[in-house]
């Protein structure tokens, strides 16, 4: 099968978010749950795989490590299919862009997918990652160690450290780059070929320490949890307001607006047409 071409997922894209509108609260609400494990997932692997790699030693490879381990999640929520914020803030308003969907359909989709994404990345932080001792506590020796010392550096920068200017700015990128990874999967027809597209921007905006608010909703309570000091819920709210801002403006500003003028808006009063695009790739994207 030959990959569509850009216009051809452009369509594609628009069909996606008008599906994702035309589903009953309930089914949204657990589709985005799912997609916030699955994120969560992708985010305690990365720990994971990159824990006790000093950067004296190792330098700047474990951010590579953690970003190639990261797209774990995106995978999941692609190919096995649910709702994640990130991607729905491309979608959606694109889809209304294109006159198929009103402004309150994104609203209601995107605040839903938000609270399913919550409880999903808190589901996997407190239960999966703290319960079960994957994650220790301070002063914990072998694994469980080293992820709290690797889960409790990046709260820090992500908490503490970073200006809110700076949350913001990497939101955007952040967002820039996940959005380009469902548009690009959009191109594909195989597993393969969307895993493919998926990898490389992924990898790209953790390894440069990005912010995406899913991923910072399992990062920053999960530290929480486990008693990272001076991290706590006022930090934490402050930096997924931030994030979810800057994730906003990436997805609408520079990959829906901008793919909605280069191949949509000349089409704006033409309809659409459906059979230029898969069911199978609309629903799993």
Known sequence: MTA????????AAVETGAKKTHRTWDKVLVSA??????????ALVAIT???????????????????????????????????LATGNMMLVPLSAM???????????????????NLLGALFVAYFLAVQTGVIGEAGDTGSPGLLYERLASIAEAKGLHETPWQVFLRGVGCNWLVCLAVW??????SVSGKVLAIFFPIM???AMGFDHIVANMFF?????????PDVGWSETLVNWLLAGVGNL?????FVATSYWYLFLRDQADQPDQPAAVEAPDAERA
């Open 4 to 11: 569509r071409e850009p216009k051809e997922m452009a369509q």
């Open 33 to 42: 749950f799912l997609a916030g494990a699955y994120i969560s997932f992708g």
């Open 49 to 83: 795989v990159s824990s006790g790699l000093s950067p004296e030693q190792w330098g700047t490879l474990p951010t590579l490590f953690m970003g190639a381990a990261f797209t774990l999640g995106l995978v999941l929520v692609l190919i096995a299919g649910s709702d």
């Open 98 to 116: 294109r006159g198929r969907i009103g402004v309150g359909d994104v609203v209601q989709n995107l605040t839903l997918v938000l609270l399913g």
């Open 184 to 189: 690009m999967s959009l191109a594909a027809k």
């Open 204 to 206: 790209a905006f953790v």
């Open 220 to 228: 920053l309570p999960a530290a929480i949890f486990v008693g990272v």
């Open 249 to 253: 403006v990436g997805a609408v500003v």
